[in-house]
């Protein structure tokens, strides 16, 4: 499997019409219990059209725990979910990919037994004929090809195992899959995590172009850099509780990293 140029890779992005600022999704006042863990704890958050919102914390303050219970995986234990202004509950990762949201997960999500092609689909595979109706592999195929494409990786073989798959290669696998399904709202655990330069800043442009694309991110990373480099709102949790939400233009780099290690600061 080779890497293509990330010029290359860039085809159009696309764009979706609805207005910018827009609040698509809302947690409001939501904690979340796992037996006596509190892993959130009255969390308020808002994820806004065509722009970034990087979650940010140490390990264990419930950023994974948030995104499950926007993504479907987990329920809330108390509080509401709103989708475009609709109370709602996502009983499924399924529902929230109905609502054209997807998600990269911090563990990828992927099974490595199963071919990209599968993989890449998983439960939305595409569909041929109009009574018997059958898998169309062959447009698939192309699908998958393409999109992979656009993160920089040439498939020459959809078939192929994911487990034969880099670590970085999956994790173009479960971006270019997320941004495939994500028409509203893309969230990235932790997506450059496993990556090298040159991957990291293809991630990041990336999340550049799907904000421009009016798409709501969410980013979520233990890199300052990353974060400051990309973001436009950021909220850092501390044990599962909300110690702060800023504006890109009122937090410098320094003072989110003083943040993101747990120092309370006044701003
Ligand atoms: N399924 C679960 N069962 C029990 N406890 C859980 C479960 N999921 C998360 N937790 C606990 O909830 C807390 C928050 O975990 P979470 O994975 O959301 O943290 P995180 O901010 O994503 O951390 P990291 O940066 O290490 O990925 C932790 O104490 C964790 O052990
Ligand atoms: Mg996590």
Redesign the pocket.
């Known amino acids: 499997m080779e890497q293509v140029s990330k010029q290359a890779s860039l085809t159009e992005p696309r764009k979706n019409s609805s207005k910018k600022g827009e609040v698509i999704m809302k947690l409001e006042n939501v904690s979340r219990y796992f037996g006596s863990v509190v892993a959130l704890k009255n969390i308020t958050f808002e994820v806004k059209r065509g722009f970034v919102t990087c979650l940010l914390g140490d390990?264990g303050a419930g950023?994974?725990?948030l995104i499950k219970i926007l993504s479907g995986v987990h329920q809330p234990s108390e509080g509401q979910l709103w989708i475009n202004g609709s109370l709602t509950v996502l009983k499924s990762p399924r529902d929230a990919l109905d609502y054209g949201m997807a998600t990269v997960f911090?563990d990828l999500a992927l099974v490595p037994l199963m071919s990209i092609q599968r993989n890449f689909f998983m439960g939305r595979e595409l569909r041929k004929g109009k009574i018997f109706k059958t898998l169309d592999f062959k447009k698939s195929d192309e699908i998958v090809k393409t999109e992979m494409q656009r993160v920089g990786i040439h498939i020459r073989n959809t078939q192929q195992a994911v487990g034969t798959l880099s670590g970085g290669e999956r994790q173009c696998l479960a971006i270019s899959r997320a941004l495939f399904f994500g028409k509203n709202v893309i969230i990235f655990?932790?997506p450059t995590a496993a990556l090298g330069v040159r991957q990291s800043k293809i991630v990041l442009d990336f999340i550049i172009q799907a904000r421009d694309s009016n798409i709501g991110i969410i980013f979520?990373t233990h890199n300052s850099y990353h974060a400051h480099e990309v973001g436009d709102f950021f909220t850092i949790l501390n044990r599962g509780r909300n110690i702060g939400h800023y504006a890109k233009q009122d937090i410098t780099r320094e003072k989110l990293l003083d943040l993101m290690a747990g120092k309370h600061l006044t701003l």
Do not use: R
């Open positions: 390990n950023k994974s725990t911090q655990d932790e979520i």
